[in-house]
């Protein structure tokens, strides 16, 4: 059906920046909403970051206009750029897509969740 693959995480220094991406492959007819959700271990995951196919966006309090999420519909592609990274923002970092997929039987839409990429901010 649909995958969705993270990569750019790594382990940096506060005050860095790391940028995040996020390719979605398979039977896509378009994308919807993509996102970026992150998650401490023990904890829920939260949003960080939406982008709609109209380009509008929409942000969790806690990036504080640290962070801008971008998406390259040709590409299939959602980045998430981070600048001036804290402590706090160490977590697993999961892409996230509303996608209007073709099946065996027609096509539906549906949410599509990647495995997460790691990002750890040392102090």
């Known amino acids: 059906q649909v995958q969705l693959v993270e990569s750019g995480g790594a382990l940096v220094q506060a005050g860095d920046s790391l940028r995040l991406s996020c390719v979605a492959s398979g039977s896509i007819i378009d994308i919807d909403r993509m996102g970026w959700y992150r998650q401490v271990p023990g904890r829920q995951r939260k949003m960080v970051a939406n982008i709609l196919s109209t380009g509008d966006t929409a942000y969790a309090d806690f990036v504080e206009g640290r962070f801008t999420i971008s998406r390259d519909d040709a590409k299939n592609t959602v980045y998430l750029q981070m600048n001036n990274l804290k402590r706090e923002d160490t977590a697993i970092y999961y892409c996230?897509?509303?996608?209007?997929?073709?099946?065996?039987?027609?096509?539906?839409?549906?949410?599509?969740w990647g495995r997460g990429t790691g990002v750890t901010v040392s102090s």
């Open positions: 996230y897509g509303y996608i209007h997929y073709a099946h065996t039987s027609g096509s539906d839409h549906a949410d599509f």
